[in-house]
């Protein structure tokens, strides 16, 4: 064999080697993620970022500020092991303001009214990212943080809600804290 071929064979080789050994860690660091996610968690804290109300009539954006509606978290997230699947209940308020040259936006809102679909199903992790399916619903949820014991979600929103009698469509980013619960 020329020495240009066996070059190439040794390259192709310590490439194949070097991605097996990536895949490996990769996928050691999603079972220990699983295996610390496992359990009960509760609400504690929920913000947004950039969170914009685009109207139907007219493609104003208004800025919304989200804000914590208070005391009334009541809001779990339970992670079964086998089978997989992830178990939402309870609710909480999120409380949304905001202010365009038009007019000004105050409304109150349950937190099932934008995530009942989307924390429910069949559960897996990859790449730090929550994955939850259940039937046609398919959701990727960003893993900010996960310890012993806090849970940081950023969940993506896109819907469309009802101001007032008109329809407009909320994008934000809802970032939900969690903390284990010991049961």
């Known amino acids: 064999m020329n020495s240009s071929k066996t070059i190439l064979y040794l390259f192709i080789s310590l490439l194949f080697i070097s991605c097996s050994d990536e895949m490996i860690d ?14 009960k968690w509760g609400v504690t804290d929920f913000s947004s970022e950039n969170a914009v109300l685009t109207s139907d009539s007219s493609d104003k954006k208004t800025a919304i500020n989200v804000e914590n509606s208070g005391s009334d978290y009541d809001f779990t997230l339970n992670f079964k092991e086998h089978p997989k699947q992830l178990i939402a209940k309870g609710d909480f308020s999120i409380t949304m303001t905001g202010t365009s ?13 934008f995530l009942n679909d989307l924390l429910l199903g069949d559960w897996g992790i990859i790449n730090s990212s929550l994955y939850l399916s259940l039937e046609k619903v398919h959701a ?8 012993e014991t806090s849970l940081k979600l950023n969940i993506e929103i ?3 809600i009802d101001n007032n009698g008109s329809t407009e469509n909320l994008n934000s980013i809802f970032c939900l804290t969690f903390a284990r619960i010991n049961s």
């Open 140 to 147: 990727t949820i960003l893993i900010s943080e996960l310890t």
């Open 26 to 39: 990769e996928l050691s660091i999603e079972d220990a993620l699983e295996t610390l996610i496992i359990g």
């Open 101 to 113: 040259e038009k007019s000004t936006f105050s409304r109150t809102f349950k937190c099932t009214d």
């Open 158 to 160: 896109d819907k469309t």
